[in-house]
């Protein structure tokens, strides 16, 4: 898989909600993660910006988020949870419209229960950076593209 394959803004699959994993799947769906975890490396070498990606965004209609920060991360059934009332207001992108910035508002603490490679449970305590991330990604699980997020008309900025 490589950055041609990612779909665009406008392709309907993205706005379709993914299927959860079954653990059945598990050895199926690995390669892909790996490969989506590659295609975050890929992202980051071209754009310098990209830390995640959603199985839907390359047309894998399946609840898997993998993250690649430093490490690939494969993130199985996620669900978000306990969000903090607090918020913050930021300019947010995505790999799906790559030079368009969107201003959002996001919780500043949730909290992430999934599955990952040894289909494990894991909880993590989410903040900041991390927070707004998951937040990003998971809308995509469920159809929702930070552009359907934007505070107001104004909230739109192309990157130079
Ligand atoms: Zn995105």
Redesign the pocket.
Known sequence: MTLNDILLIGDPRLYQIAEPVAKEELSDITPKALQLADVVQQFRKTYGAGRA??AP?LGIMKRLIVMNIDKPIAIFNPVLYDYSEETFEMW??????PNLLVKVSRHKKCKLRFRDWDWNEQIWDLEDDLSELLQ??Y??LNGI??TMRAIDDQSFKWRM
């Open positions: 990606i959603a965004q947010d992108d995505c790999m799906s419209f990003h990604e809308d995509h593209l930070a």
